[in-house]
């Protein structure tokens, strides 16, 4: 494993090289940025910044060292839900990372594939790898996964907001709260327009033009990129803050949850964080009876911090010598990603850079979208571009202990040998609506900045390996439809040189079988890879209750995608944006009623 760091380390270091120019172009052009933020969100401040003698004070809960409400994880359900909890309570808002204002690899669509493969301890995205072998990434910056992810903005489907008892009219307020600041209409990309007309030419119609909403067919979604191709994360909903309640602390990691255990149940009454010169404090909720701490860590951040905090199957917190505060058994389990796999689509002309921005909805189970032109600046050959690149980077279903030297050499080789259209084309992505395979979350240490241990079981149910092959014909069918091939100027190929290409493109770490294009399920299998939208771990019902207050203990939710027994809709962002909105409102309803104003 260690030769495989020090082998992705090195390449990467090398792939940026030939970026810095042009990086340093872009940064003079945002060095106003620093002020933008501070002038816009003053409340926005260092970890370190936090005094110690307030922190520290003697008496838990008096007013300089006390909040009502303290956020952990300032992500794409933190922000919204912080600005919201703002208008009426003091709120604590403590991000682990940085602010993606700055942050040139964060900010432009053009360079969404440089902060994946960026995988240094101070990158936005904090690389992963589950026990399946797949490459995946988490937010660490302000704004989570919106700060990281594709883009597409598209609202869940009305079973979804059934399923989990959500309120409607609620819902369909908080979604214009999120659209109204970071939801664009895109202009549709060449390769978007060959997707929809595929599409269409397939059978998944109608075409439902530009709409946030699910519906089956064919459809435009929206985007939180604009028209100058810069990103629009939610920690821009920090717009709606009241800046005279809110202090929102980066680099300021938690490292566990304090409890009060002397009563009947356990209650919430504060956290202990690092700053980023590795400085801890301790902050504490007010002294008042609804006061709350709320994790919005993330799918993997909330079930590991319960855990890293006391709270899961004792086993498990005894294994690594954590007091066990409350016995759940249920406290990262359940765990599910929606697998996707790729097929490339080859070019004799350049294309167009272009992210999600149409999608097909079918009736069996399975969404079709795609990218494009990830692959063609001059590092491409020495720099793996995640899941828009032409090696499909984010791949490799070896297992740690297998990764040998001669692997990785092999590795190497096989990426030296791409053919140099396989830099110039783009992929269709085929993704499993609600997957029935799961898998579970658990410690490796007791490091909150190590990722914990996370197997997702991909296809391990005979269902969703059909849905699969079904979703590879269509995908197939769509590269051999005329509108492709007008586009790419390529002629048509079989479904199985159509394969090929694709496990040829495939450079990862994985031993390529001789069936590979003859079986569909082994093309499955062997290429399955990520689009980040991993949830579980904190299902509601099991760990939380259906307003999300965590089961047997007092002050304590849950309010994020680890909730979710399914991704909603295509694309979850939008969903959990909404969420942060939504759970805002609910909390300061039920503490205010009619007071709350909202």
């Known amino acids: 494993m260690a030769l495989v760091g020090a082998f992705l380390k090195k390449n990467l270091l090398i792939s940026f090289l030939p970026f810095l120019c042009c990086l340093l172009s872009l940064l003079s052009s945002c060095q106003g940025s620093k002020q933008f933020y501070e002038d816009k969100y003053p409340f926005i401040k260092k970890a370190s910044s936090f005094s110690s003698s307030s922190s520290f004070s003697s008496s838990r809960g008096s007013s300089e060292s006390s909040f009502d409400y303290i956020i952990v994880g300032g992500g794409t359900a933190g922000c919204p839900l912080a600005a919201t909890l703002s208008q009426n309570f003091s709120v604590l808002l403590l991000e682990r990372g940085g602010v993606p204002f700055n942050n040139v690899n964060v900010s432009f669509l053009s360079n969404f594939h440089l902060n994946l493969a960026d995988i240094s301890s101070q990158s936005a995205s904090q690389f992963f790898i589950s026990k399946d072998g797949v490459f995946n990434a988490r937010g660490r910056v302000l704004g989570g996964g919106s700060s990281i992810n594709a883009g597409f903005y598209t609202r869940a489907n009305s079973g979804f907001i059934e399923r989990v008892g959500w309120d409607k009219k609620l819902v369909n307020e908080s979604y214009p709260w999120v659209e109204k600041v970071i939801a664009h209409h895109p202009k549709l990309a060449p390769w978007q327009k060959a997707l929809k007309d595929s599409l269409l030419d397939v059978g998944v119609s109608p075409f439902n033009g530009f709409t946030y909403d699910h519906m089956y067919g064919t459809k435009v979604g929206g985007t939180i990129f604009d028209k100058f191709g810069r990103r629009h994360t939610s920690a821009e909903l920090l717009y709606y803050a009241n800046p005279k309640k809110i202090t929102v602390l980066i680099h300021a990691t938690v490292q566990k949850i304090v409890f009060d255990t002397l009563g009947k149940r356990p209650k919430a009454v504060g956290v202990i964080f690092k700053d980023e010169k590795g400085n801890e404090h301790q902050v504490f909720l007010a002294n008042k009876?609804?006061?709350?701490?709320?994790?919005?860590?993330?799918?993997?951040?909330?079930?590991?911090?319960?855990?890293?905090?006391?709270?899961?199957?004792?086993?498990?917190?005894?294994?690594?010598?954590?007091?066990?505060?409350?016995?759940?058994?249920?406290?990262?389990?359940?765990?599910?990603?929606?697998?996707?796999?790729?097929?490339f689509v080859p070019s004799n002309r350049p294309v167009h850079q272009s992210l999600i921005q149409t999608v097909g909805i079918t009736k069996f189970g399975v969404y079709i979208e795609a990218s494009s032109g990830f692959g063609q600046s001059n590092d491409s050959f020495h720099c793996h571009h995640g899941i828009m690149s032409a090696e499909i980077g984010q791949l490799s279903t070896i297992p740690p202990k297998q990764r040998t030297p001669e692997a990785i050499q092999d590795f190497i080789r096989r990426k030296r040998e791409l053919p140099h259209e396989a830099f110039k084309g783009g992929f269709i992505l085929e993704k499993i609506a609600n997957p029935i395979s799961t898998g579970e979350l658990t410690l490796i240490n007791t490091n909150v900045d190590d990722n914990p241990s996370v197997s997702f079981n991909y296809f391990s149910h005979p269902q969703d390996l059909a849905r699969c092959v079904d979703g590879v014909r269509m995908a197939a069918k769509i590269v051999q439809s005329q509108h492709f091939l007008n586009y790419t100027q390529c002629d048509k190929q079989t479904v199985e040189e159509i394969l090929n290409a694709s496990v040829k493109a495939n450079v990862n770490l994985i031993p390529k079988n001789i069936n590979d294009t003859k079986s569909l399920e082994q093309f499955c299998k062997d290429t399955v890879i990520t689009i980040w939208h991993f949830h579980g771990g904190c299902h509601v019902g099991k760990v939380v209750t259906p307003d999300h207050k965590v089961f047997g203990i007092h002050g304590l939710r849950v309010v994020d995608g680890s909730t979710f027994n399914e991704s909603p809709g295509t694309n979850p962002q939008a969903t959990v944006l909404m969420m942060g909105r939504y759970m805002g409102v609910k909390i300061l309803r039920e503490r205010l009623g009619k007071d709350a104003g909202v």
Do not use: R, W, Y
Request: hydrophobic content about 40%.
């Open 289 to 343: 009876q609804k006061s709350e701490i709320i994790l919005a860590c993330g799918a993997i951040g909330s079930p590991q911090m319960l855990l890293l905090s006391g709270v899961g199957p004792k086993a498990e917190l005894e294994k690594h010598n954590i007091p066990v505060v409350l016995d759940n058994e249920f406290v990262g389990k359940g765990m599910a990603d929606n697998p996707m796999n790729t097929i």
